[in-house]
């Protein structure tokens, strides 16, 4: 399945990271995005009444939506709804009771292990705490799946691993350990990595929880240029929404177990319903524009 898809080869993925701008913030950085992501057409991950329970609790129910190739979708919701529970299903780690979930077309909850491994090398999630390896330094941290992949030559897996960190933010601490990081930057260390697997889709789940205001915009910046440059598909997971307001395309909004609201962003800020209209008066980080 894999072979039928178009590929990044090493060398587009080393120019194009290598061309980026050094620390851009939200919406300064403004290259056109590849073609695909111009188009948007091409549906990239969809859920389709999807419903999964724990024992005799339902978490989500017949929850659909779906992200188009080079977007970013914003997944939104009081903590406890399902977020993460969602992102799981994605990377296979949960089932769901029943449903569809579509990675570019291909039903994905019927794979078994091996199957589910193929996909998780196409969709690929950044962890809150980074789950970085703690006794490799960022570099080897960062090389890590490159070298997964077979990377062997080593002066290109060094050039591959440099763009990486510039792209991210992190150059300077490349022969650190992860201990010694800010949370800030363990998890910028952790998209390079995420990346280096060279994903389709990445996936984030409450990158800014814990990090001070900069370093989430800075964040914000990353994975918009991301997805402007690289053309990656992504799914954040937030509570943050001046964060998601940055960065969504469309956005997903669960309330008890359902999809309360899926469309875009505009739609979403712009709504007259009155539990949306809550939770946006409510989050902490809703500030009066000056
Ligand atoms: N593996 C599991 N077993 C049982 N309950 C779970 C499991 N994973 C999540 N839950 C429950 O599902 C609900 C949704 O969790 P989660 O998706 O983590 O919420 P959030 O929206 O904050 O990310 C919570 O009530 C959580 O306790
Ligand atoms: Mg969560």
Redesign the pocket.
């Known amino acids: 399945m894999r072979d039928a898809l178009p590929q990044r080869d090493d060398e587009t993925f080393r120019e194009l990271s290598a061309d980026l701008c050094p620390d851009p913030l939200p919406g300064e950085c403004d290259a056109p995005a590849p073609a695909a992501a111009i188009d948007g057409q091409e549906e990239m991950i969809a859920f389709s009444k999807v419903s999964i329970s ?2 005799e ?1 339902a ?1 989500l129910e017949d929850v659909s939506f779906h992200v188009d190739r080079g977007r970013t979708l914003c997944i939104l ?10 992102l ?1 299903m994605l990377m296979g780690f ?1 089932k769901p009771d029943s449903g569809s979930i579509r990675v570019e077309g291909g039903e994905i909850t019927g794979l078994d292990e091996d199957g589910m491994q193929a996909i998780r090398k196409r969709v690929t999630m950044v962890f809150q705490n980074g789950a970085l390896f703690d006794s490799l330094s960022v570099r080897e941290n960062v090389a890590f799946p490159l070298r997964e992949r077979g990377e062997l030559d080593e002066s290109r897996l060094d050039a591959t691993v440099d763009s990486l960190l510039l792209l991210v933010g992190a150059e300077d601490v490349a022969d650190l350990l992860p201990a010694s990081l800010s949370t800030g930057r363990s998890r910028a260390v952790a998209i390079a990595r995420a990346l280096a697997s060279q994903p389709e889709v990445v996936l984030y ?2 990158p800014t929880t814990m990090v001070d205001p900069i370093i989430a915009r800075r964040l914000g910046g990353i994975i918009q240029r991301l997805k402007k440059q690289l053309g990656f598909t992504s799914i954040v ?1 937030t509570h943050d929404m001046r964060f998601a307001e940055s960065l969504a395309d469309s956005v997903l909004f ?1 309330h008890q177990g359902h999809a309360h609201f899926f469309g875009t962003l505009a739609d979403f800020l712009a709504s007259p319903d009155e539990v949306i209209r809550q939770f946006l008066a409510l989050d902490a980080y809703r500030l009066p524009k000056a």
Do not use: N, Q, T, W
């Open positions: 724990f024992g609790k978490i919701g009081r903590s406890g709804v399902g977020k993460s529970v969602a799981r949960l789940d409450e997971v669960l």
